[in-house]
T-cell receptor, first 116, second 112 residues
Framework: GAVVSQHPSWVICKSGTSVKIECRSL??????MFWYRQFPKQSLMLMAT?????????EQGVEKDKFLINHASLTLSTLTVTSAHPEDSSFYIC????????????FGNGTRLTVT | GESVGLHLPTLSVQEGDNSIINCAYS??????FIWYKQESGKGPQFIID?????DKRQGQRVTVLLNKTVKHLSLQIAATQPGDSAVYFC???????????FGAGTRLAVHP
């Protein structure tokens, strides 16, 4: 149980275009989802907290107008990287908590974004 | 401040040996800690967690030790196997399970 699915698993896009990444909780309801970014050989850095039905909360230094987050339902949060640049190339990972069980965060398998 | 990882130390062990991975956390208010295992190209996988009212917790082949005095966390893996090779991260949270801050990570390399 507590499976989080991300789509796509990898994407290549051209500089200046936008990319949407989906994060779904498959067998539980997640009122809160989190988006992380991970550069090679580095740790996970929290980007934002996505709350169902309300605006996301962004960490310091993360541009909210560049990384658009939508959490329209209890099972889906999306991250859109707008006007992508090569420096946005990274591994993006989402996570969610099963509000029913209070179990630890479960992570998706990540999305590898490459901006050319 | 927050724990931020900018390098990735490596622990090399022989198959069958015990492994100990250490982590120093930064926030004195953190009351919940988790160890995750991350294989290449995948998301973190939950291993074991511990709350601040405990100093030790055991799972299957794994033990987590918490020393709040020095803000130190360790993960012990018994009889390490090649399948244990991965990057291990500790994560801390304050006031619940929600906002996790990850440590720098340690790469575990298991040699036959």
């Amino acid at each position: 149980g507590a499976v989080v699915s991300q789509h796509p698993s990898w994407v290549i896009c051209k500089s200046g275009t936008s990319v949407k990444i989906e994060c779904r909780s498959l067998d539980f309801q997640a009122t809160t989802m989190f988006w992380y970014r991970q550069f090679p050989k580095q740790s996970l850095m929290l980007m934002a907290t996505s709350n169902e039905g309300s605006k996301a909360t962004y960490e310091q230094g993360v541009e909210k107008d560049k990384f658009l987050i939508n959490h329209a339902s209890l099972t889906l949060s999306t991250l859109t990287v707008t006007s992508a640049h090569p420096e946005d190339s990274s591994f993006y990972i989402c996570s969610g908590t099963d509000r029913g069980s209070g179990s630890p965060l479960h992570f998706g398998n990540g999305t590898r974004l490459t901006v050319t | 401040g927050e724990s931020v990882g900018l390098h990735l130390p490596t622990l090399s062990v022989q198959e069958g040996d015990n492994s100990i991975i250490n982590c120093a956390y930064s926030n004195s208010a953190s009351d919940y800690f988790i160890w995750y295992k991350q294989e290449s190209g995948k998301g973190p996988q939950f291993i074991i967690d511990i709350r601040s009212n405990m100093d030790k917790r055991q799972g299957q082949r794994v033990t987590v030790l918490l020393n709040k005095t020095v803000k130190h966390l360790s993960l012990q893996i018994a009889a390490t196997q090649p399948g244990d090779s991965a990057v291990y991260f500790c994560a801390e949270a304050a006031g619940g399970y929600n906002k996790l801050i990850f440590g720098a990570g340690t790469r575990l390399a298991v040699h036959p």
